[in-house]
């Protein structure tokens, strides 16, 4: 069985316009909403075998909050430059080449790839991932190289809205 957690980044701050996009933190909502979504993943016992990232500053804070809450192994994070621009095809073929020793993985990055990511594996028309949202979804294949091929059911899907009160 393959399990696949998409996350958005959180929210990212516009503040100064100096910075480029890869450059732009967490807005100060991305650091609220964070924590609490780190929180709510570990009172879920989420423990990917390996996690696959972005590279920006926005996708690694947001990804610092999960290691740290969940406490996940650094060991276990990869950081790939092509996820940062990364087209929904283009992820495909990043799990595709992914050890089939790892039946669960993580993918820390950007909208829209993370939506239609979302359509093609499951089906699931999400309109929009929105910050910090998780789309976990699982499936009955084997292997990576075959998520072409595989149909992944929608089993989570957590937002900081729906985390009201937490």
Known sequence: MLTLTLIRHAKSS??????????RPLAKRGLKDAPRIAQALKQMAWQPQKILTSPSKRTL?????????????????????????????????ILSRQNNGNQSLALVGHNPSLNELTRQLT????????????????????????????????????????????
């Open 14 to 23: 516009w503040d100064d316009s100096d910075l480029s996009d890869f450059e």
């Open 123 to 166: 089906g699931v028309n999400l309109g929009n991932l929105p910050t910090c949202g998780v789309a976990k979804m699982v499936s009955d294949g084997d292997h990576w190289s075959d998520i072409n091929d595989i149909h992944f059911k929608l089993v989570l899907l957590l937002t900081p809205k729906g985390l009201q009160g937490v």
């Open 61 to 93: 804070q947001t990804l610092s909050f999960l290691t740290q809450t969940a406490l996940i192994p650094e060991g276990s994070v990869q950081t790939i430059d092509e996820i940062y621009h990364a087209s929904y095809g283009d992820l495909l073929e």
